[in-house]
């Protein structure tokens, strides 16, 4: 194993080296990756009751960043990632699970060099069959003539008005939804699924402190994105797991900013909000960052307030607690320190703490940065942390220079018109001394048997270890 070490030391005199490989074997089909696919059909079609499942590996999301990588659903089922191919798996015990082959032709053996044999496809993943694109489709149609259900992946609309149009007129409630079967085992990680978010994590700590040593006022912020995704590249991460954000100055203060073409200047903070995808599980870190290597008072005095509200949502994400309590202990903090500083008048308004912190401080994480779980809808059983989960903590605080003009428009349906022009006018003084300040500070949390382990401590995060490694 290759590791990277840093070079600089933080006061504490720890070096920081992150311990990662640029090694891709573990990407391998090994038995025990293999395995898990096929436990995971198992316990699908445990749970199916009647009909069967047809999914495609490619979707509109496919091609959603710099390459494709397959339908999620698709992948966690079958370990195929083949672009253009199906699956269909069942309780018919002669066609339990079924794979197509790609659709060929002269144009794509000379573009991409064809696809794998059907013998090859058989002694790798282990489908009962293997079918032609043409025979598959048939064999689809003469199944679509039945009244069995028909579970899919509903986000996919090529697939589903696909099979609608070949199923004639037929009630709708026939295709169902593959997420009502699968998103509860989505939901707990196994051994193999955290090998690969934490290398993800690795491979995004290791991005992040390069950035930092990199970082320098004068330099345009897409020179960041640049040092970011050539390290993801470099270890074996094909492509980012959602559009890379570096934000720096008024930027830091827009929540899915993307163009990353300013010019960062001395003074600017630059808020980082990146994950490397490997193995196709993605890491999700932010980091914010002094462009010329030192917080302003004003800006450490914010910094430090979210850093204490995540350190203690993290406190708070163990088994057995509600994920909402990890955002409210955040919340409880951020509270307290806006008010103490002046900048909100009762840390009971919601509405005012709300102002402040523009996002919920969690969301799960896995295949999708945004990965399935309790949402507040009915397909995931329970909200109850338990071990396996990964998901995110990450508050943030934003001062948008024109944020407290633009108070009617935020909360102008739901508190009275004199009581915003008040608090604008008592906390408009010290919100002038933070304007163009926008922290966020984000780790990776798998919930363990005995708490929890922060896949993403690599990456630094407290202020005297920012200012050190980029002196």
């Known amino acids: 194993m290759l590791?990277?070490?840093?070079?600089?030391?933080?006061?504490?005199?720890?070096?920081?080296?992150?311990?990662?490989?640029?090694?891709?074997?573990?990407?391998?089909?090994?038995?025990?990756?293999?395995?898990?696919?096929?436990?995971?059909?198992?316990?699908?079609?445990?749970?199916?009751?009647?009909?069967?499942?047809?999914?495609?590996?490619?979707?509109?999301?496919?091609?959603?960043?710099?390459?494709?990588?397959?339908?999620?659903?698709?992948?966690?089922?079958?370990?195929?990632?083949?672009?253009?191919?199906?699956?269909?798996?069942?309780?018919?015990?002669?066609?339990?699970?079924?794979?197509?082959?790609?659709?060929?032709?002269?144009?794509?053996?000379?573009?991409?060099?064809?696809?794998?044999?059907?013998?090859?496809?058989t002694d790798l993943f282990g489908p009962d069959t293997v079918l032609s694109y043409v025979s598959f489709w048939h064999f689809v149609d003469s199944l679509l003539q039945t009244d069995l259900p028909v579970y899919l992946d509903r986000s996919d609309r090529d697939l589903f008005n696909n099979l609608k149009q070949r199923a004639g007129v037929i009630a709708e409630e026939r295709f169902r939804d593959i997420a009502l079967l699968v998103d509860q085992m989505r939901l707990l990680k196994g051994p193999l699924e955290v090998e690969r978010l934490q290398k993800a994590c690795d491979i995004t700590s290791l991005a992040l402190v390069k950035a930092m040593k990199a970082c320098a006022p004068g330099m345009f912020e897409f020179e960041i994105e640049s040092v970011i995704e050539g390290t993801f590249?470099?270890?074996?991460?094909?492509?980012?797991?959602?559009?890379?954000?570096?934000?720096?100055?008024?930027?830091?203060?827009?929540?899915?900013?993307?163009?990353?073409?300013?010019?960062?200047?001395?003074?600017?903070?630059?808020?980082?909000d990146i994950g490397a995808e490997y193995g196709y599980y993605t890491a999700d870190i932010s980091r914010t960052i002094p462009v010329n290597g030192r917080f302003s008072q004003e800006q450490?005095?914010?910094?430090?307030?979210?850093?204490?509200?995540?350190?203690?949502?993290?406190?708070?994400?163990?088994?057995?607690?509600?994920?909402?309590?990890?955002?409210?202990?955040?919340?409880?903090?951020?509270?307290?320190?806006?008010?103490?500083?002046?900048?909100?008048?009762?840390?009971?308004?919601?509405?005012?703490?709300?102002?402040?912190?523009?996002?919920?401080?969690?969301?799960?994480?896995?295949?999708?940065?945004?990965?399935?779980?309790?949402?507040?809808?009915a397909r995931i059983e329970s909200s109850i942390l338990e071990p396996g989960m990964v998901l995110t903590i990450e508050p943030g605080l934003y001062f948008r220079e024109e944020g407290l003009d633009q108070l009617p428009a935020i909360f102008g349906n739901r508190v009275d018109s004199t009581e915003l022009v008040n608090f604008a006018r008592t906390v408009g003084p010290v919100y002038a001394r933070y304007i163009n300040t926008g922290v966020r500070i984000e780790d990776d949390i798998l919930i363990t048997r005995d708490g929890n382990i922060i896949l993403s401590r690599y990456a630094p995060k407290e202020i005297a270890d920012i200012e050190q490694l980029m002196r």
């Not at 199916?48 to 659903?73: C, F, I, K, M």
């Not at 509200?309 to 708070?316: N, P």
Request: net charge negative; with cysteine; hydrophobic share 35%.
């Open 3 to 121: 590791s990277i070490v840093s070079g600089c030391q933080n006061p504490a005199g720890r070096t920081w080296i992150i311990p990662v490989t640029i090694d891709t074997s573990d990407l391998s089909y090994t038995p025990d990756l293999l395995k898990s696919f096929e436990t995971r059909r198992i316990q699908l079609l445990d749970s199916l009751q009647e009909g069967y499942v047809l999914l495609h590996a490619t979707d509109q999301e496919s091609y959603n960043r710099h390459g494709y990588r397959p339908n999620n659903y698709f992948y966690y089922l079958t370990g195929y990632d083949a672009p253009d191919t199906y699956a269909l798996l069942s309780n018919d015990t002669d066609h339990a699970f079924i794979l197509s082959m790609p659709p060929e032709s002269i144009r794509s053996l000379i573009y991409t060099g064809g696809s794998l044999h059907a013998s090859e496809i």
């Open 233 to 272: 590249l470099q270890y074996g991460s094909p492509m980012p797991g959602f559009p890379s954000i570096t934000g720096s100055g008024p930027n830091s203060t827009i929540l899915h900013y993307e163009s990353n073409n300013r010019i960062m200047e001395a003074g600017d903070l630059l808020l980082m």
């Open 300 to 377: 450490r005095i914010i910094y430090q307030l979210v850093l204490d509200a995540q350190k203690a949502a993290i406190e708070r994400l163990r088994p057995g607690n509600m994920p909402e309590e990890g955002h409210m202990a955040a919340r409880d903090v951020i509270a307290e320190g806006l008010y103490q500083l002046g900048l909100i008048t009762d840390t009971m308004a919601d509405w005012q703490v709300q102002f402040y912190m523009l996002h919920r401080f969690s969301h799960y994480l896995g295949l999708d940065v945004h990965d399935v779980g309790n949402y507040g809808g």
